[in-house]
Antibody, heavy 120, light 110 residues
Framework: QITLKESGPTVVKPTQTLALTCAFS??????????VGWIRQPPGKALEWLAL???????RYSPSLKSRLTITRGTSKNQVVLAMTDMDPVDTATYYC????????????WGQGTTVTVSS | QSVLTQPPSASGTPGQKVTISCSGS????????VNWYQQFPGTAPKLLIY???QWPSGVPERFSGSKSGTSASLAISGLQSEDEADYYC???????????FGGGTKLTVL
């Protein structure tokens, strides 16, 4: 059974760097085809894809946010970390991580999400 | 402004069939398969349809997906009150080299 759980600060100040961790179980990111993605959702708004890391360490980023995002494997083999620099109040959102299979396959299992507020 | 265009709202009465559209372009829907997600308030999205028209385990077959050219549709037959939720389409975009989501459609069961 695949599960994912996001963790990180609930409040960050403008211009700070946000670091979120996705802890997962039920699969290995070393297995061919596996991937973990990050998607966010501002209050009352639509889903927005942010980044994706693949089993072979290939990475993809949203073009509009690429300069601010870094996705990496965590210190534990079952973790993925997303860093977003220069946070702004418009980045206030619920951030989800999700399992992805097959490169362009669906995000089939999602974490519960973690809410981040950007405020001074 | 989302790359994929969905109607902001849809509605129907119990038992009816409702269709939600998702319009894209040749670089996304025209080339890749479409996935649909269902989201209830305050909860994470759930995969509803993948690869245009496939059901994940546990999803009722009264939810169905289709694709033609650069557009896709989600149909919900035998509408039930518990289907009231937000629905999102998503697809890989070759030009952007990443995933794109639709703006979402809020389904109301009257």
């Amino acid at each position: 059974q695949i599960t994912l759980k996001e963790s990180g600060p609930t409040v960050v100040k403008p211009t700070q760097t946000l670091a979120l961790t996705c802890a997962f179980s039920g699969f290995s990111l070393a297995t061919d085809g596996m991937g973990v993605g990050w998607i966010r959702q501002p209050p009352g708004k639509a889903l927005e894809w942010l980044a994706l890391i693949y089993w072979n360490d290939d990475k993809r980023y949203s073009p509009s946010l690429k300069s601010r995002l870094t996705i990496t494997r965590g210190t534990s083999k079952n973790q993925v970390v997303l860093a977003m620099t220069d946070m702004d109040p418009v980045d206030t959102a619920t951030y989800y991580c999700a399992h992805n299979f097959g490169g362009r396959g669906a995000f089939d299992i999602w974490g519960q999400g973690t809410t981040v507020t950007v405020s001074s | 402004q989302s790359v994929l265009t969905q109607p902001p709202s849809a509605s129907g009465t119990p038992g009816q069939k409702v269709t939600i559209s998702c319009s894209g372009s040749s670089s996304n829907i025209g080339k890749n398969t479409v996935n649909w997600y269902q989201q209830f308030p305050g909860t994470a999205p759930k995969l509803l349809i993948y690869s245009n028209n496939q059901w994940p385990s546990g999803v009722p077959e009264r939810f169905s997906g289709s694709k033609s050219g650069t557009s896709a549709s989600l149909a919900i037959s035998g509408l039930q009150s518990e289907d009231e939720a937000d629905y999102y389409c998503a697809v890989w975009d070759d030009s952007l080299d990443g995933w794109v989501f639709g703006g979402g459609t809020k389904l109301t069961v009257l």
